[in-house]
């Protein structure tokens, strides 16, 4: 695959931070509960969605090296709210990195679960995410996504976060170009995500169908030929469910 771009911004050799949506529109507070901003020192360099109060999942492109863990203790969340900040305000520092078996050249398996040191709190505003068993991709859905993605190509980070209907691409479209078992297409008439978004959900009818991995094209720019490219749940929930337990 060539002209790949991962949402994840890099700072130094190997520390990513994050992709944000073009376009999109502020999301209320408390509509997006599960959404959490995944941190390295403090600043935002990916998203990602509440499993449990323990445990998070986002992309592995994020968090590892193909499939090798980077250190746990440069990372932690921020949950709780639309809006994210540089403190340790609704904050949790992150135990233990587990990654699947990612490769950045073929950008399968894009998807990691973080276990936190401490419980996310009971009655802090948040709640888990629900996951995708199966989704049929053999015809279009319409969908959500969200992130604190750069607003556009090499534009600025923002502090609240972003919301975005979108429409899926079918097998026989994602198909040409991407592997239809590993992963969702998906456009929009106007708009698109960027660098920061990384990690963060692709939701149809209430569950997450996708992780947000790559962009092939300027952010913002999608067509039938250059989507935007999520990693498929529904193929590693047994993964996630089995990663995600004390």
């Not at 991407?178 to 998906?186: A, K, Q, R, T």
Request: a neutral charge.
């Amino acid at each position: 695959m060539k002209n790949l771009i991962i949402l994840a911004v890099f700072i130094g050799a190997c520390t990513a931070v994050p992709l944000r949506i073009v376009n999109g529109t502020d999301a209320h507070e408390g509509e997006f509960k599960y959404v959490v901003s995944v941190r390295s020192s403090l600043s935002h360099i990916c998203g990602g969605t509440i499993l449990n109060n323990r445990f998070v999942l986002t992309a592995a492109h994020c968090v590892c090296d193909d499939s090798t863990p980077r250190d746990a203790s440069l990372y932690s969340i921020q949950y709780g709210s639309v809006n994210i900040s540089r403190d340790t305000q609704r904050s949790i520092n992150v135990q233990t990195i587990k990654c699947g078996p990612f490769t950045m050249a073929s950008l399968n398996y894009d998807v990691a679960v973080l276990q936190l040191v401490s419980a996310i709190p009971a009655g802090s505003n948040w709640e888990p995410v629900v996951l995708s068993q199966s989704f049929d991709s053999t015809i279009q859905h319409s969908g959500i996504v969200v992130g604190w993605g750069r607003l556009w190509q090499d534009g600025p980070i923002p502090t609240t976060l972003q919301k975005l209907n979108v429409r899926t691409l079918t097998n026989t479209i994602c198909g040409l170009r991407f592997n239809n078992d590993h992963h969702v297409c998906l456009t929009t008439t106007l708009g698109g995500v960027c660098n920061g978004d990384s990690g963060t959900s692709l939701v149809v009818n209430g569950v997450q169908v996708g992780i947000a991995s790559f962009i092939t094209n300027t952010c913002g720019t999608t067509s039938a030929l250059t989507p935007n490219v999520y990693a498929r749940v529904p193929t590693y929930y047994s993964w996630i469910i089995e990663n995600s337990r004390l």
